[in-house]
């Protein structure tokens, strides 16, 4: 066998050994999709995606929400309007009163013409 062949043959057996050991990254989830929950529809949204109306998470439109928003926590807090025992505005605990929950309800259908999803916290 030449020096030639040799180097030929040698290079034929490297390449797929080294294509195997470094792999092409197809299929590698980075770490924010990894971190992305699917959802039912089979496309990816973020956990702490915030721009709908509606607050899925707690059941309740979003610009009122005052699980999502430090700033709205605030300004509940500073009405007097907390609920310390569950961190939530009392408007807005439906542990405590759960009529509220028909409230923000009617929200939705009032929006929606249905009904609203269910809470993911209830789930």
């Known amino acids: ?5 040799f180097r030929w043959w040698a290079g034929c057996l490297l390449v797929p050994v ?14 924010e999709q990894s971190k992305t929950p699917a959802t039912d ?14 607050c899925a ?15 709205i926590a605030k300004a509940c807090k500073a009405k007097g309007d907390w609920c310390e025992k569950h961190d939530r505005a009392k408007s807005q605990c439906f542990v405590c009163d759960p009529s509220l929950k028909e409230k923000f309800a009617a929200k939705y259908r009032a929006k929606y013409g249905k009904e609203p999803p269910p809470i993911e916290d209830e789930k």
């Open 1 to 5: 066998m030449t020096a030639v062949t």
């Open 57 to 71: 998470e707690h059941g309740i439109p979003e610009d009122e929400c005052s699980m999502c928003s430090s700033k």
């Open 41 to 54: 529809k089979g496309t990816a949204k973020k956990a702490d995606d915030h721009s709908d109306w509606w």
């Open 18 to 31: 080294l294509m195997a050991l470094i792999g092409c990254g197809q299929g590698a989830q980075t770490t």
